[in-house]
């Protein structure tokens, strides 16, 4: 069965520094996500990507942020300059462009501890 | 905007029944079931569009009342694999799900 990848699966980085998060989605999917949750707490919308661009974003979003397709089969998620706070699984997402069949397949995330 | 789910957390023994409900203050396009064990990442349930339909899925079934802005999911005589975490995710036509805080399921034996 096809299935959402992210790598790495856990990630300790040291405040201040950039991070990189990658997922590899479904190789037919057209819309791509990224949500986090922190521990205990519940799944948060981050921003949705289509054709090469982002489509939404939620106000944690922030310039500190961003998304890319570098090769048309890696989605990534980039943080600038980490902070305590950021501390978080990541989850990446993918859908089809159908309409009504526009469930998420997440992958198993990224856990990202700042240290 | 974020829906608002009810109870937080219910606890029930193998072979009771729950329901799970998710309103909304605004009106629904669609609504979207997850499931998340413990350190695992959701896992989907079912998609219910605006229509007022209703889905299954084994013992696992939810309904959409559009007009009441609410969506019930009904998990009849429970299993222990159904334990986690059920979040309820809300889509208003854009192309973001909000998702509730979640409501925890826990099976006793």
């Known amino acids: 069965e096809p299935e959402v990848t992210q790598t790495p699966s856990h990630q300790v980085t040291q405040m201040g520094q950039e991070v990189i998060l990658r997922c590899v989605p479904i190789?037919?999917?057209?819309?791509f996500y990224w949500y986090r949750q922190i521990l205990g707490q519940k799944v948060e919308f981050l921003v949705s990507f289509y054709n090469n661009e982002i489509s939404e974003k939620s106000e944690i979003f922030d310039d500190q942020f961003s998304v890319e397709r570098p090769d048309g089969s890696n989605f990534t998620l980039k943080i600038r300059s980490t902070k305590l706070e950021d501390s978080a699984m990541y989850f990446c997402?993918?859908?089809?462009?159908?309409?009504?069949?526009?469930?998420?397949?997440f992958g198993q995330g990224t856990r990202l501890t700042v240290v | 905007q974020q829906p608002v789910q009810s109870p937080q957390a219910v606890i029930l023994r193998e072979g009771e029944d729950a329901v799970i409900n998710c309103s909304s203050s605004k009106a629904l396009y669609s609504v979207h079931w997850y499931r998340q064990k413990h350190g695992e990442a959701p896992v989907f349930l079912m998609i219910?569009?605006?229509?007022?339909e209703q889905k299954g899925h084994e013992k696992i079934s939810a309904s959409f009342n559009e007009k009441k802005q609410q969506s019930s999911l009904y998990l009849t005589a429970s299993q222990l694999s159904y334990s986690g975490t059920y979040f309820c995710g809300t889509e208003w036509g854009d192309d973001k799900i909000i998702f509730g805080k979640g409501t925890r399921l826990h099976i006793l034996p």
């Open positions: 190789s037919n999917h057209l819309y």
């Open positions: 997402a993918s859908s089809e462009a159908l309409l009504g069949a526009r469930d998420r397949f």
């Open positions: 219910l569009l605006k229509g007022g």
